[in-house]
């Protein structure tokens, strides 16, 4: 650079801070927020090096900082009421004293630092862009505009450096940097430093100045805490605290450092966690679902539980990963890899047994493994997205799949009451599934909006209907079947009315339509809540034509099954609903069991057998124990009767 270039350069700083300061001066006294926010990191990072033991180190500096902490009271004082603003005053007054007492920088820092998390708490203030921003030449940005003081690689050495006062700041020095947020270096660029040559750089465009503050954040980062960081965040580290842009945007070392110790990491984890998505901050938009990363977090904890000997905690939060998580995707993931979807679900159910009574190498094995699958979940889901062939199907199978069930047990209810003449009892039936509808879609609001309802309530609702009604769908059956000989449906025709179907017998077929069409109901809108985030735009026309194609097929179905009952004869009829009832009781048994094993009330222990989810079978020896013993039970019964007839 010619020394005429480096002169201009010279004249130009102090112009330049005389035109934009007024601006910025401007934008903080209509929003104080900012200004107060980079005051609190402007005190304190740069009080700590000022005293020494109680005794002023630099004094120039050490003024500045009394007058930095009386404006921090002023701006404060300026923030709209609020209850806890005295709390925020106290606390800024405290901030004063211990400067004018001299106390340890340590301390001030980290009154500085609690200041601003609740500054930023109780005023909701956003710390964060909308969006990642564009790191597209933010290279040569920060060369045209901040390399003349910082240096081409940040130490703080550009040409203009020397005599400046204070020095420019090196972006490589973590005792300047644990503090800061990318959020404190965003304020900075943007308001510059009263009373410094750092002026005021508003008139780059706001991605632009995230842009900057972004890879600043980057200098003190090491490639030890890039790997490292990266290993943990893959295993769950620190997910509950980093799930929006603006969580990592608007947290410093020491912040991160904290929660780490809280989530039982070491202080050094915490800080590699952030370096690594500072470096990478994609990895928060990688998916909307946020689903899978609650999965890998809690098998993250059950793992942590199980090396402290804690099995039980290790269960449950082995429970949690996947009714408070995967289970949630997985309407979405089975319509675009099912393969996928069932593979995890395997290692799910083994991962479960090894937090109970499995080696925490074991354990490990699996969480690996699992880690690894779930990531592949969330970068399928996010690569194919729910477009609007998956919007159609996805919403289309789950209807479907799900309804086929409820409509077989009404449709052979039904027209068992036409069969017997009995058309006026129709209303116990229709009091049985509306009442279903109906309380199923409270359920699902109450869930949204009043109480948080856990996986594990969901499966156990789920899977204690759907033994009840497998229970009462093996009585009705037994029923069906023992009218079905001519000389009892003689007996049944000529006393229908006083006996063969009084009130408890229909109040019995009422529940029945209810279980059926509830259990359905809750985990066909529960699947739908999961889907509809994750659709894209434009594709939701798909997923209401998906939901309408389905409910056609079904009522197609269900006249199809009523009229082909009707004009059967007696005997056949009453033969055939019996055989599909304990058909379908079978069917919700293992349902049922299922439901139960992944709310961890039952074991599971994996058999080498084909899983066919439709009819309820599931490879595990407690599931296709049970249907066993009912698909023996109703054939006894059958078997029973028709030797007493």
């Known amino acids: ?193 009263p009373e410094t040559p750092m002026i005021s750089f508003a008139h780059l465009s706001d991605d632009q100045r995230w842009a900057l503050a972004m890879m600043i954040s980057r200098y003190s980062v090491t490639e030890e805490q890039l790997a490292e960081g990266k290993s943990l965040w893959q295993q769950g580290a620190l997910r509950t605290y980093f799930k929006e842009l603006h969580g990592l945007t608007g947290t410093s070392y020491a912040m991160a450092e904290e929660w780490s110790q809280t989530a039982g990491y070491s202080r050094e984890q915490g800080s590699a966690v952030l370096a690594y998505l500072r470096s990478y901050p994609e990895e928060l938009e990688i998916s909307d679902h946020a689903a899978l990363d609650t999965s890998i977090a809690m098998l993250a904890t059950s793992l942590e539980l199980a090396r402290k000997g804690d099995r039980k905690g290790a269960h449950s939060a082995a429970l949690s990963a996947y009714l408070d998580g995967f289970e949630l995707v997985e309407p979405s993931l089975v319509v675009v890899d099912k393969q996928l979807k069932l593979a995890i679900e395997k290692d799910m159910i083994r991962f479960r047994e090894a937090a109970k009574k499995g080696s925490v190498e074991q354990l ?115 029923w069906l079947h023992n009218a079905s000989h001519s000389q009892r449906w003689k007996k049944f025709v000529e006393h229908k009315v006083d006996n063969a179907m009084e009130a408890g017998t229909l109040w019995v077929l009422a529940t029945v339509a209810f279980l059926a069409v509830y259990r359905e109901m809750f985990e066909t809108v529960l699947f739908y809540q999961a889907m509809w985030v994750q659709i894209e735009a434009g594709s939701e026309q798909s997923f209401f034509t998906g939901i309408a194609a389905a409910l056609a097929l079904l009522v197609v179905i269900s006249v199809l099954v009523y009229k082909a009952g009707v004009r059967l004869p007696i005997r056949q009829f009453f033969q055939i609903n019996a055989i599909l009832l304990f058909l379908l009781a079978v069917v919700f048994t293992g349902q049922g069991i299922s439901a139960l094993q992944e709310a961890g009330i039952v074991s599971s222990s994996l058999m080498n057998f084909p899983r066919i989810e439709v009819l309820g079978v599931y490879p595990t020896a407690q599931g296709l124990g049970l249907q066993l013993v009912v698909l023996i039970l109703g054939v006894g019964l059958l078997m029973y009767q028709k030797k007493a007839n």
């Open 1 to 193: 650079m010619s020394k005429l270039n480096l002169s201009r350069q010279l004249v130009l700083i102090p112009a330049l801070l005389v035109l934009y300061w007024p601006l910025a001066s401007q934008a903080a006294a209509n929003d104080p927020s900012q200004r107060l926010l980079q005051m609190l990191d402007y005190v304190g990072v740069d009080y700590p090096p000022t005293v020494e033991n109680g005794e002023v180190v630099d004094p120039v500096e050490y003024a500045e900082m009394e007058e930095f902490s009386g404006e921090i009271i002023n701006l404060l004082r300026k923030m709209p009421d609020h209850e806890n603003k005295r709390t925020l005053l106290a606390d800024a007054a405290q901030i004063r004293n211990g400067i004018v007492q001299r106390i340890n920088g340590e301390e001030i820092r980290r009154l500085t630092q609690a200041l601003k998390e609740a500054l930023i708490s109780n005023y909701s203030v956003v710390v964060g862009p909308r969006k990642a921003p564009d790191m597209t030449g933010v290279q040569a940005l920060f060369e045209s505009n901040c390399a003349s003081c910082h240096g081409i690689m940040g130490y703080g050495d550009g040409p203009l450096a020397k005599g400046m006062e204070p020095p420019p700041g090196n972006f490589h020095d973590m005792s300047r940097q644990y503090t800061r947020s990318i959020y404190d270096l965003y304020n900075t660029i943007s308001l510059g430093v």
């Open 364 to 478: 490990e094995e699996i969480q690996h493994m699992l880690v690894v699958l779930l990531n592949e979940a969330k970068e399928t889901l996010n690569t194919t997205g729910m477009s609007k062939q998956a919007a159609f199907f996805g919403a289309f199978i789950i209807l479907l799949r799900e309804g086929v069930e409820a409509i077989l047990v009404l449709a052979a209810i039904m027209a068992a009451l036409i069969k017997t003449g009995r058309r006026e009892a129709m209303k116990y039936i229709h009091i049985g599934w509306i009442s279903a509808v109906v309380l199923g879609i409270a359920t699902w609001w109450v869930a949204d909006n009043l109480i948080q309802i856990s996986g594990a309530s969901r499966e156990l609702t789920e899977g204690f209907a759907a033994l009840f009604a497998a229970a009462i769908l093996v009585y009705v059956g037994f």
